[in-house]
């Protein structure tokens, strides 16, 4: 079974960072692109951040390029979301995804029907 487990959120003042972890385990992570998604309240989840099985490639919401850096060690099969720059507006629920196709080579990396499994999330709250 696949599991994603999410840490590493908190309570921040605008300027400051962040560092998001996501475990996985149940499948080879080392083949599989990872996401991360945020849900402000009373918003639709909306896409941050993916990279690839690789670790190549990484996407980012126009929101958060230059602000925030996602990558993957896959010996510890654990992806990070980096939150530099915290912004208010950055306040939400952070899940990290698996992409349901292993060594995904799409460009589909921002739509959540993509992905199979979800963490739990992680709550991060800027204040102004």
């Known amino acids: 079974q696949v599991q994603l487990v999410e840490s590493g959120g908190g309570l921040v003042q605008a300027g400051g960072s962040l560092r998001l972890s996501c475990a996985a385990s149940g499948r080879t992570f080392s083949m599989w692109s990872m996401g991360w998604f945020r849900q402000a309240p009373g918003m639709e989840r909306a896409f941050v951040a993916a990279i690839s099985w690789s670790g190549i490639s990484t996407h980012y919401a126009d929101s958060v390029k230059g602000r925030f850096a996602i990558s993957r060690d896959n010996p510890k099969n654990t992806v990070y979301l980096q939150m530099n720059s915290l912004k208010p507006e950055d306040t939400a629920d952070y899940y990290c995804?698996?992409?349901?196709?292993?060594?995904?080579?799409?460009?589909?990396?921002?739509?959540?029907?993509?992905?199979?499994?979800w963490g739990q999330g992680t709550q991060v709250t800027v204040s102004s």
């Open positions: 995804a698996t992409l349901r196709t292993p060594y995904y080579s799409g460009t589909s990396y921002a739509d959540e029907h993509e992905y199979d499994y």
